[in-house]
């Protein structure tokens, strides 16, 4: 008589005398071991978005305490500016060799390590006394959110690639949605004076549980071998990629550092009305991702990419010509449904190049449209010194319309 099942290791074998004419019995006995039991798509769905929604929350954790840490350390508003740069510094010195990083150790590797330093360095950011150490501990908080943010958008991509559609958009709506809760989180321990040092402490003893539990059901990716380029060239077709990403992270950066003063200046809005246009901006970009993924299943990136340049392009226009509360508020509305769908679709479309890791191609991509992030909102503010906000914005609009120009171009 012979038992025994798959996945297993098998047992003893027993003989028995008098069981008919001394019948050999072999009673094979098995186990099935956990680690061959797969794991659904639908549960490396939930894990990445996890890690999504970890990250949007470390990251307004940060940005809702700003204005205590200015006062604690006693910074003027000029003094801040130049300390704050120290993080979009961080992640721009690390995108050049993180796809590297990543192709030798795998994304997975990868996002554990950074999805556990990250929310620490926010213990350390409570903890800084000084300017310097303040400056210091940002820069590790950029360069740690950078491997966070190209590790798990490498581990999306492959979830797509089960999936066998387009769903990066709606785990970037993740990310938007925990940006809410991390703002909402944030009054909280201020309503409970609670110090920043108090407050991180607790959303990183919340978030290292929750990020060794969520790892062991991403996405298992081998890390390659052989020598791998440090640097690594885009070609033709990721450059455009990072062209299209350079224009909407330009829209975006605008309308983060821009939103509430246009309001204020051009369309004089009154003191209660000032942040409207961005609270509609925000919604609309976080609720557009959450139903991009539909359209782009029914029409493909590109016809999605040129409609979101076009809405852009309108909405910016639309507050430029009427500079009134209602339209205004309409046009940024526009803005963000725009807005919501170009990275998740470009860093989509990039990590399925045939010519270059997931990882090297989101971080090339990454790299360019970071630019534009940067470049766009001290941009807007030498045009509007010179002539006017109005005019910045038209600016911008006209990059909206190039989302659009440049999307025709793509296979």
Not at 242 to 255: K, Q
Request: hydrophobic share 50%.
């Amino acid at each position: 008589m012979k038992c025994q099942f798959p996945n297993s290791y098998s047992g003893r074998k027993y003989n028995r005398k008098g069981a008919g004419k001394g019948q050999n019995v072999r009673l094979t006995v098995s186990l099935p071991l956990m680690s061959s039991i797969p794991v659904s798509k639908s549960t490396h769905r939930i894990a990445v978005a996890v890690f999504f929604f970890l990250a949007g929350l470390s990251f307004a954790s940060w940005a809702s305490r700003i204005p205590d840490i200015k006062l604690h350390l006693g910074l003027s508003e000029g003094s801040l500016g130049l300390i704050l740069f120290a993080l979009p510094t961080g992640i721009m010195s690390s995108l050049p060799f993180t796809g590297w990083i990543i192709s030798k150790w795998s994304s997975r590797t990868i996002l554990l390590i950074a999805s556990i330093l990250y929310p620490l360095t926010l213990v350390l950011i409570g903890m800084v006394q000084t300017p310097i150490q303040l400056a210091g501990t940002l820069f590790l908080f950029g360069t740690w959110s950078n491997f966070f943010n190209i590790a798990v958008n490498t581990q999306a991509i492959a979830v797509e690639q089960l999936y066998g559609k387009t769903i990066m958009a709606s785990f970037h709506g993740i990310w938007s949605l925990a940006g809410f809760s991390g703002a909402a989180v944030g009054t909280l321990m201020i309503s409970l004076e609670l110090v920043p040092f108090w407050h991180f402490t607790i959303i990183t003893s919340l978030s290292i549980p929750v990020v060794l539990l969520a790892n062991k059901y991403t996405v298992k990716q081998d890390a390659q071998t052989g020598k791998q380029p440090l640097f690594a060239k885009p070609d033709k077709t990721i450059l455009l990629y990072g062209l299209i990403a350079f224009g909407s992270m330009v829209c975006e950066g605008t309308m983060f550092d821009w939103s509430g003063v246009y309001f204020q200046k051009a369309v004089a809005a009154p003191a209660q009305w000032v942040t409207l246009g961005y609270l509609l901006f925000m919604g609309a970009m976080a609720t557009g991702r959450f139903i991009s993924d539909r359209f782009t299943t029914r029409f493909g990136i590109k016809p999605v990419l040129q409609a979101s340049g076009a809405l852009i392009a309108t909405g910016l226009m639309i507050s430029v010509i009427f500079p009134y509360i209602i339209p205004a508020g309409i046009g940024f509305l526009m803005v963000g449904l725009g807005v919501s769908s170009v990275i998740p679709l470009i860093y989509s479309a990039a990590g399925r190049s045939k010519t270059m890791n997931p990882g090297v191609a989101l971080a090339a991509v990454s790299t360019i449209g970071f630019i534009g992030f940067l470049l766009g909102p001290p941009l807007i503010g030498s045009i509007a010194q010179i002539a006017s906000l109005r005019w910045s914005f038209t600016l911008i609009a006209c990059l909206g319309l190039l989302i659009t120009v440049l999307a025709k171009k793509m296979h």
